[in-house]
């Protein structure tokens, strides 16, 4: 079982921007998407950004388009997320996942690894 690790997470205001990493403690990650999911309070888990292994396919959902980059090295152990122009609805904890297929997916049953979360809160 793969070990991921997020971090980065924190406290801004809303406009403010935050770049969440995740490492993976091993490279059979390399061959497997990856993708951020959140979760708010009283709310489900929801898939954020996926990307393939290559780093050449990415997901996003419709709420975070265009302001949410998902990056990885081509077969890289790390994925990070870069989250600009943050709202107060984009609080959460959000979780780092490798997926069992290599393509990037936005289906939480396609990511049988978790990392343990970091909190995002984002002020009005």
């Known amino acids: 079982q793969v070990r991921l690790t997020e971090s980065g997470g924190g406290l801004v205001q809303a406009g403010d921007s935050l770049r969440l990493s995740c490492a993976a403690s091993?490279?059979?990650?390399?061959?497997?998407?990856m993708g951020w999911f959140r979760q708010a309070p009283g709310k489900e888990r929801e898939f954020v950004a996926g990307?393939?292994?290559?780093?050449?396919?990415?997901l996003y959902a419709d709420s975070v388009k265009g302001r949410f980059t998902i990056f990885r090295e081509r077969a890289g152990t790390t994925v990070d997320l870069q989250m600009n122009s943050l709202k107060p609805e984009d609080s959460g904890v959000y979780y780092c996942?490798?997926?069992?297929?290599?393509?990037?997916?936005?289906?939480?049953?396609?990511?049988?690894?978790w990392g343990q979360g970091t909190q995002v809160t984002v002020s009005s």
């Open positions: 996942a490798a997926s069992r297929r290599a393509i990037a997916s936005t289906t939480a049953v396609d990511y049988p690894s």
């Open positions: 091993r490279r059979t990650v390399s061959n497997n998407g």
């Open positions: 990307i393939s292994w290559s780093g050449g396919d990415k």
